[in-house]
């Protein structure tokens, strides 16, 4: 396992990134004075974003209806938590986007290659108690309960 989202897991049998791309950013608001530059007050930190770009090849691992699945968790507009495979706990994130480019086709239309891009923002503001509530919406989403 490479990391999991939700229960979704990333792997070679799955769906894997070749890269992941992290961005934090801080908030600083100017406000104008006359006669000089203006001042900056901290606010605190902006959104937490992740970007998992990969490629899927027709026989070497990996399922092009894992994308679906992917999808279908974005579609609820539920916030998922994010665990690498180290055990590392990166908090509740939600899927921004998903892109997907195919390419070099079979016969039947099928593609060889798929091209992906996911974007995640994370959502839980630090607070990792949150992990233990989200616990119970994740079983009856797999059960098929909203």
């Known amino acids: 396992m490479m990391m999991a989202l939700g229960m979704f897991v990333f792997s070679l049998e799955t769906l894997s990134y070749e890269k992941f791309s992290r961005q934090t950013g801080w908030r600083h608001s100017p406000t104008q004075r006359i006669g000089t530059n203006p001042a900056h007050q901290f606010l605190g930190r902006d959104n937490d974003s992740l970007t998992l770009p990969g ?15 992917l999808r279908q968790m974005a579609d609820s507009g539920r916030a998922w938590p994010l665990v690498e495979g180290t055990g590392r706990v990166y908090g509740l994130w939600v899927i921004d986007s998903l892109s997907d480019d195919r390419s070099l086709f079979f016969p039947d239309g099928a593609a060889r290659r798929i091209d992906f891009s996911l974007k995640l923002t994370r959502i ?23």
């Open 124 to 146: 839980d503001d630090g607070r990792l108690d949150l992990l233990g509530a989200i616990a119970g919406s994740l079983g009856g989403l797999i059960r098929g309960r909203p």
């Open 55 to 69: 490629s899927l090849l027709a026989g070497t691992g990996g399922q092009p209806i894992s994308l679906d699945v």
